[in-house]
């Protein structure tokens, strides 16, 4: 079965990796759309990147990231955008971590599931 869905793109900077933090808000994500996938990575930017240029200059900034990923119905997107917008700040507050700025992507997608064990050639 194909379904329209909207999906969020978390990109979450901080210092290091926080094992807590990274745990709670993937409890939150899967509370607020069923399931989730977090993955860690590094994140790199130009100092001044946040004014758009034709091309930038300076010294290349880089920092951990987690990067969440949330499929949701499209009706459920602007109330999936606000819990998780709330959980990743009471959460940062909470543990004491330190999050500036959070990148969210979001985009409408297709998506289909099949199960390798419902797999139905003949062999």
Request: charged residues 20%; contains cysteine.
């Amino acid at each position: 079965m194909v379904e329209r869905l909207t999906q969020m793109q978390y990109c979450i900077g901080m210092a290091n990796a926080d094992m807590d933090f990274r745990t709670r808000i993937v409890e939150e994500a899967c509370l607020v759309a069923g399931g989730c996938t977090a993955v860690h990575a590094n994140g790199y930017w130009v100092v001044g990147a946040e004014v758009e240029q034709a091309i930038y200059h300076g010294h290349t900034q880089s920092e951990f990231c987690l990067i969440l990923n949330v499929l949701v119905p499209n009706n459920k997107a602007e109330q999936t955008r606000q819990h998780m917008k709330y959980a990743i700040i009471d959460a940062a507050r909470d543990l004491l971590v330190d999050i500036d700025w959070v990148h969210v992507t979001s985009q409408w997608v297709m998506t289909h599931h099949f199960s390798i064990a419902d797999d139905d050639r003949r062999t």
